[in-house]
C-alpha cells in the first residue's frame, strides 16, 4: 500500500472519531479539568512570595475567566461556521447572477448545485466541502474523459442526483458534470477548456473561472489531483503540429492549475480509446474482470515526478518493460485463439502498440517541459486504459461484447490514495497549523506548567537537600583530626576538600534548572544563612591560621626586599594592625599558592584555594596573635627600599597589571614568524614581554595608576614600623621615582627580547628558501613584527591624547605626564621608516622602479630574494647558473644587504643575518645534473626513434616500430623510468603544461623539455593503458551511414573487417596492434566496385594513415564521426576508444620533440 494512503487513513479516523464526541465537548472536558486544577490545587502556585491564585476569591475570578473565554470562543465558531457555509453558497448565486459571462454564471450555477447536494448527503453543517478528496479531469474534446469516468468501476450512490447530467455528459460534455463516488468528488470538464479555441473566449473565461471558484471555496486544498486524458488514436494519427499545438494547451493548463491555485497538484495522464489500437480487444479477449481491472502504466518514485526532466527517459524504460511482458504473452494468445482472422489481429497487436512509443515520448517531453519561469508539473504516471466506445468497424470478434479495461483499480490503488499528495498553500497551512496549535496549546498549557512545574521543583528541591545534606556529612568527617588551635603547619591541600564541601552546600539549588519558578517550594533561602555563616567561620578557624604560618615562614626564609615586604603587609592584615585591602590579599595569596603548588595538574586546586581566601578577604577576620620579634625583623629588612621603588612594586602588582596581555614574538610575527625567526635563548615564542611594559598598560594602568600607587606606599609606614623614609616625600616625588624606575625596567626588557630575537640560520638551501618565503610573503612578517613594536613601546604623550587626558587626576597626574616628555625614545626610528610614504632610494628590488616606501622596497627584495633562491632549489644547474653566471642571486643578496644598513633596529640586524646566511651557501647544480644525465643516457635514443618518423612526422613515408614505440613510451619506457627517477620531485603536475616545482608553494618554472615529458606520460596512458606492457588501443566501429551508391562498405583494420550492407546497424571492437599474426594493412572497400579496389594503407601504423585519410569530427572526447569516399560512394562510421584520450587525434604525438632543454 502506498505510505499516503496510512496518512490518509489515519487522519479519516481522526476526524471520525472527533465527529463522533463532538470537537467543543472535547474544549468543554479540557476546560473543567483546568477549573478542577486552578480550585484544588491554585494556591501552591508561587512567583517567589507572591502568590496569585492564594485567596477563593482570585480562584474564582480565574475560573471565571476561562469559562467566558470558553463560551466566547463557542459563539464565535458557531457563528463564523454559520456565516460561512452560508456566504458560500449565497454568494455563489449572487455572483451567477451578476456575472454577464453565461458561461462563468453556468459553472457557478453547477457549483452550486453540488455544494448542496454534497451538504445534505454528508448531513453536516460545517467542514463538509473537505469530507471527500476532489479531482479534475480534463482532455481534449473527445478524448474519453466522460466514457473513462462511466466505466471506471467506481460507484456512484447519490443515483439520480446528478445522475442525469452525468448521463448527458457522455459524448460531450457542455460545461462540467460533478460524479460523487464513494471514495472522491471528479469533476468532468469540457474538453474545450483544454484546448480553448473558440473565439469569444468564452472557454477561456469558463476554465478561469471554474479555478477562481475552487480556489475561494476550498482554499486549503483546491483540488487533490488531475487527470489528463490522450486519445490514443490521436497520438498515432493526428498531424504532428495539430497534436503538438493540443499537447501544449494542456502544458498550459496545468501550468495554470498550480497557479491559480497555489499548490502543487499530482497529475495523472490516463491513455484512453486503447480499445481502438488494431487486436488490443482480441489480444485481451481471455482476461476476465479481475485481470481488466488491472492497472496498466507506470507510477513514477516521488523524487523522480519532483525532477520531471528525467520522466519522459523514465517512461521510455517502463514502456519497454510493458512492451516485453505484451511480447511473453503473444505466443500463449496465439495458441489459444483458432479464429485465424482473430489470430491475425493478435498478432499485429505488439507492432501496434510499439508504433505509440515515439508519439508517446513526444506527447511527455511537450508535458514536462520547464523553464526559470514555469515549474514542470507533478507528474505521477501514465496509464493504458479502454472504456465503452461507439462502433467504429471492428470485426466481429472485438464487437461481440464491450468491456472496460485497466480503470478500475487505477482509480481505487493509484489514484485516491495519493490524496494527500497535493502540496497546498503554504500561507494558508501556516494559519491553519498556527489556530489549530494555539487551540490544543492554551487548553493544556497552564495545567501543564503548573504540574510539570511542582514536579521539576520538589526532585530538584529534594535532590538539592540531599546534596547539601550529603556535604554537610562528608565537611563533618573530612574537618576531624584537623587542628583549629595552635596550628603549626600550612598544608592547604588537607583543609581544601571540607572547604570546598562546606562553601558548595548550596550549590545544588544554583544549578541551572529546567523551571526558574519555584512555585512556591523554593528551601534555599531557609539554609542559605546558616551555611554563610558556618562557612565564614570555617575560614577562619581553617584557612586563616595556616595562612598566617606560611607567611611566618616566608619572613623567615626570605631574602627579597619588595617580596618580604608584602608578606609583611599581608601579615599585618591579617593580624589586625593595618585596614584589609581585599584586592591585595587576592593578589598576595594568588602568589603564594602559586609557589606552593605550581603546574597545570594542581591549577584547580589553587583556583579553589584563590576563591576561598578571596571569600576570607570579603569576610569578617577573627582575631590572631602574631610574632611581634619577626615583624621587627622583617622591618629591619625592609628599612632601606626607596618609597618610590616600593610604589613601582605596588604599580607592577596591581590585579589590573596582571591581566593585561603581554607582548610575545608569536602574536607579532604571526603564524609564519616560526618558519623565519627564533630565540638566541631557545625560549619559546610565546614567552614574551608582561603587559605592563607596552603602551597600553603605560597608559591603562601605569599613568592612571601610578599616583594612586604612590599613595600607597606614603601610607605604609605602619607596615615600616617608622615614617622616616618617606618623611617630606610628596605623591608628585614618589610617583616620578616610580616612573623613572618603571622606564630603565621597560627600555631594558625591550633590548633584551629583541636581542633574543634572530633570523633563523639556514644551513642548507631549502632553510634559506622557506625563511626567505615567510619573510616575502605578502603579510610581510618583519614590517607587521615593527608595527607591533613601534606600537607597543610609543610612550609618547602625544600618541593618544585623549587616553591620557582621560586618566588626569588634577595637578599631580599632569606633573607626571610632563615627567615622560624627556623620556628616551629608543624605537623613534622604527616608526619614523613606518611613516614615511615612499621613497625613490633604494635599488632595484622593485623590478627596477622607483620603489615605495622602505616597507615596501623590503619586502620586495625579500620577494627577488625567494624568487633566486626557489629557482635554485629545483635543480642544481640553475643554482650554478645564478650564482656563478648571472649572479642574479647574489646581486638580490646585496641589494638587501644594502637596505640593511640603512634600517633601524632591530631590522637592521634580522635582515643583515639573512643576507649573510644567503651570502655563504653552496648550492648544487641540481637542473645541469639532470640535463647531464638526459644527455648521456636517452637523447639520442629519443632522437633516432622519433625523428622524421611517422606518426610524430605525418609526412614521413617510414613508420616508428612498434618495438621501439614500446621501448621509448612503455610504461617500463626510457620516458617513463627517467621521470619517476630523476625528474617526479622537481616537476610540478598541476599546472597547464607541467613545470618545474616551485620550492615551498611557489610558482612553477615552465620547461619545454618538462612539457614534452608531459606529452609523454599522455602518449603513454593513451597507447599503453592501465598499465599495459605493449600498446593496446580499444576500437570500436560502428557503421553509420552509407550512400545509396553503394550497396556495401567494408573496413578492415589489420585483419579486422567490419562490413555493413543496408540494413541492422552492428558495431565491432578491434584492438590495435592486432595479436594475431596477420598481414600489417588497413583499407576501406565499396561495394560496387569489389574488394580488391580498395584504398590500402601498409606499416605498423596502417589505421593512422588509413584514418588520416579520411574526414574527422570530434562527437565527444572519445568519439569520432569518421567519413570515408571514393567518388559518389561514402561511408559513415563512429569510431570509439576506450579512453578520453584519443590516439588518432592526439596532440601529445603532433607536438611532440625530444627534449632538449631543460
Known sequence: ??????????????????????????????????????????????????????????????????????????????????????????????????????????????????????????????????????????????????????????????????????????????????????????????????????????????????????????????????????????????????????????????????????????????????????????????????????????????????????????????????QQRVDAMLIERLQQEQNAETR????????????????????????????????????????????????????????????????????????????????????????????????????????????????????????????????????????????????????????????????????????????????????????????????????????????????????????????????????????????????????????????LYPGDGRAAAREALDRHAKALANGVLAPIELDARLIATARETIRNQAVGTRAYDILAGLPQARELMEWTPATAFGPLGERAFERRSKAPMAEGIEGLFTAEGYRTVVIPQVAHAARIALSEAWVRGSDDAIRGATVEQVAQAALQIYFDRFEKKWADTLADLRVKPSQTLGDAVETTRALANERNIVVEAAKSIADATDLRPGANPATLASAAEGDTTAAVLAATVNAADPYARLRDMLAAKGTTATGEANGGKAGGSPSEQLLAHFKMLNEQLARSATTSDEVARVFDVDSQLTKANQDLLQQARELPAPLDVWVAGVAADVG????????????????????????????????FDRSSSRDVAIADFTRLFGPSGVFQSFFKQRLEPFVDRTTNPWSWKGTFGAAGIPSSAIAQFENADKISRAFFPNGSETPAVSINVKPVSLTNASSAVMLEIEGERVVYYHGPIQAKSITWPSRENTASLSRIAFQPGGWQQAKTENGD?????????????????????????????????????????????????AGFACPAQF
Open 920 to 951: 655563504s651557501l653552496a648550492v648544487k647544480s641540481a637542473r645541469s645534473r639532470i640535463a647531464e644525465l638526459w644527455a648521456a643516457d636517452a637523447a639520442s635514443l629519443c632522437s633516432s626513434i622519433v625523428t622524421g618518423r611517422y606518426p
Open 1101 to 1149: 601504423w596502417s589505421p593512422f594513415r588509413l584514418f588520416d585519410g579520411a574526414d574527422i569530427e570530434n562527437q565527444s572526447g572519445d568519439l569520432l564521426r569518421v567519413r570515408f569516399a571514393n567518388g559518389a560512394q561514402a561511408a559513415e562510421f563512429d569510431i570509439q576508444f576506450g579512453s578520453v584520450l584519443n590516439p588518432f587525434r592526439l596532440d601529445a604525438i
Open 344 to 595: 491475425g489481429r493478435i498478432f499485429r497487436f505488439p507492432a501496434e502498440l510499439a508504433r505509440l512509443k515515439d508519439r508517446l515520448h513526444e506527447a511527455l517531453t511537450e508535458l514536462c517541459a520547464s523553464s526559470p519561469l514555469i515549474e514542470a508539473p507533478l507528474l505521477r504516471g501514465v496509464y493504458l486504459a479502454s472504456g465503452t466506445q461507439p462502433e467504429t468497424g471492428r470485426s466481429p470478434a472485438a464487437s461481440r461484447t464491450r468491456r472496460s479495461y485497466f480503470l478500475s483499480r487505477l482509480f481505487k490503488d493509484v489514484i485516491f490514495p495519493e490524496a494527500a499528495l497535493v502540496m497546498r498553500d503554504k500561507r494558508l497551512s501556516r494559519r491553519q497549523l498556527l489556530v489549530r496549535r494555539i487551540a490544543y496549546g492554551v487548553s493544556a498549557a497552564a495545567v501543564a506548567i503548573v504540574f510539570t512545574g511542582w514536579i521539576f521543583t520538589y526532585f530538584a528541591n529534594t535532590q538539592a537537600l540531599a546534596e547539601a545534606d550529603r556535604k554537610l556529612g562528608a565537611y563533618e568527617q573530612l574537618v576531624q583530626g584537623i587542628p583549629v588551635r595552635d596550628v603549626s603547619d600550612a598544608d592547604f591541600l588537607r583543609i581544601l576538600p571540607a572547604l570546598d564541601n562546606l562553601r558548595d552546600v548550596n550549590s545544588g539549588f544554583a544549578r541551572e534548572r529546567v523551571w526558574n519558578v519555584s512555585f512556591g517550594l523554593d528551601q534555599e533561602d531557609k539554609i542559605a544563612g546558616r551555611q554563610r555563616d558556618a562557612y565564614q567561620r570555617a575560614l577562619n578557624a581553617l584557612l586563616l591560621p595556616r595562612m598566617i604560618v606560611q607567611l611566618q615562614k616566608q619572613l623567615k626564609d626570605e631574602k627579597d626586599i619588595t617580596r618580604t615586604f608584602n608578606s609583611l603587609k599581608l601579615y599585618g592584615m591579617l593580624g589586625g594592625m593595618g585596614a584589609l585591602e581585599p584586592d591585595f590579599l587576592t593578589v598576595q595569596t594568588h602568589q603564594m599558592f602559586a609557589s
Open 1 to 322: 500500500m502506498n505510505p499516503l494512503s496510512y496518512f490518509y487513513t489515519i487522519r479519516s479516523y481522526v476526524e471520525s472519531y472527533a465527529a463522533l464526541i463532538g470537537r467543543r465537548f472535547l474544549s468543554l472536558l479540557w476546560v473543567v479539568a483546568l477549573c478542577i486544577v486552578i480550585w484544588f490545587y491554585g494556591y501552591l502556585v508561587a512567583l517567589g512570595d507572591f502568590k496569585p491564585l492564594g485567596t477563593t476569591q482570585a480562584r474564582l475570578i480565574a475560573i471565571g475567566i476561562i469559562l467566558a473565554i470558553w463560551l466566547v470562543y463557542i459563539v464565535v465558531t458557531i457563528y463564523r461556521g454559520r456565516k460561512q457555509d452560508k456566504e458560500l453558497v449565497d454568494s455563489i448565486e449572487r455572483e451567477a447572477l451578476a456575472n454577464r459571462q453565461a458561461e462563468v454564471g453556468e459553472i457557478q450555477t453547477r457549483l452550486k448545485e453540488a455544494l448542496a447536494l454534497l451538504r445534505r448527503v454528508t448531513k453536516k453543517r460545517f467542514g463538509y466541502i473537505y469530507d471527500l478528496p476532489w479531482y479534475v479531469i480534463f482532455g481534449a474534446p473527445g478524448s474519453g474523459k466522460t466514457t473513462a469516468l462511466t466505466n471506471s468501476g467506481l460507484q456512484f450512490p447519490l443515483g439520480d442526483a446528478l445522475g442525469e447530467n452525468a448521463v448527458k455528459g457522455i459524448g460531450g460534455t457542455r460545461n462540467c458534470n460533478w460524479w460523487f463516488a464513494d471514495e472522491a468528488i471528479l469533476i468532468d470538464t469540457a474538453g474545450r477548456y483544454t484546448t480553448q479555441d473558440d473565439l469569444d473566449g468564452s472557454s477561456k473565461a469558463g476554465w478561469e473561472g471554474f479555478l477562481g471558484l475552487l480556489r475561494r471555496y476550498r482554499r486549503s486544498q483546491p483540488i487533490n489531483g488531475a487527470l489528463v486524458t490522450l486519445s490514443i488514436p490521436d497520438l498515432l494519427t493526428r498531424d504532428p503540429e495539430e497534436q503538438r499545438q493540443e499537447l501544449r494547451s494542456i502544458r498550459q493548463r496545468l501550468s495554470e492549475l498550480d497557479e491559480y491555485l497555489r499548490a502543487r497538484v499530482p497529475v495523472y495522464i490516463v491513455l484512453t480509446k486503447a480499445d481502438l489500437l488494431h487486436g488490443f480487444v482480441e489480444f485481451f479477449d481471455g482476461f476476465n474482470k479481475t485481470d481488466r481491472q488491472q492497472v496498466w502504466g507506470t507510477t513514477f518514485k516521488l523524487d523522480e515526478s519532483y525532477t520531471a526532466e528525467n520522466l519522459p527517459q523514465r517512461l521510455m524504460e517502463e514502456f519497454e518493460l510493458l
